[in-house]
């Protein structure tokens, strides 16, 4: 039985594990046995890059804040070496870095696990189609520029009669001045 300090440890790391699960829009879950120092370095910088939060726990720990976040479906792939990566803003960036890296990996030195979106648990495919979408930012661009085409068609349709009009008035005024 570990002392009440070993304990409240663990359970304070649990707490803020469960905090901010509670709170990522998105995570992934992964495998990282057998990536180099260098490897883990580069995949830490372009987390950092996207606004991902990464780090290494262990499954036991991990199995609490994932019963307290209500995200109990990924506890059967919390064996052998996990690591998870979580994002609060954009939902598709933790997977996008997380396949994209893995991609560069060769072998089975680092693999997906499962995820998850807005507390719901998702698979390896499912993570790996997150990880095509475009970003949020580019969604939005597209869905508005998508709702900003009647308006410009319309706005180019007034243009051409209102100068249509104006070449007429400025024609009927040029033959009454000749």
Do not use: H, W
């Amino acid at each position: 039985m570990p002392n009440a300090k070993v304990l409240s440890e663990k359970q304070a790391i649990v707490a803020d594990l469960t905090e901010k699960l509670k709170n990522a829009s998105a995570g992934v879950i992964v495998d990282y046995k057998g990536i180099t120092v260098a490897e883990d370095t580069a995949l830490r910088v372009e987390m950092r890059k996207n606004g991902v939060e990464y780090f290494v726990i262990k499954n036991t720990l991990a199995r609490f804040a994932m019963k307290n976040a209500d995200l109990e479906g990924i506890t059967p792939v919390l064996e052998g070496t996990t690591s998870i990566a979580i994002c609060e803003g954009d939902p598709v960036a933790a997977a996008k870095v997380v396949v994209d890296f893995a991609k560069k990996i060769e072998g089975d030195k680092f693999f997906i696990k499962a995820g998850f979106v807005d507390g719901k648990v998702i698979d390896v495919a499912e993570v790996n189609a997150l990880a095509e979408l475009p970003s949020k930012e580019v969604l939005v661009a597209t869905v508005l520029g998508t709702m900003m085409a009647p308006v410009r068609g319309l706005a180019t349709v007034l243009d051409a009669n209102i100068s249509g009009l104006a070449r007429v008035v400025q024609a009927i005024a040029d033959q009454k001045a000749s």
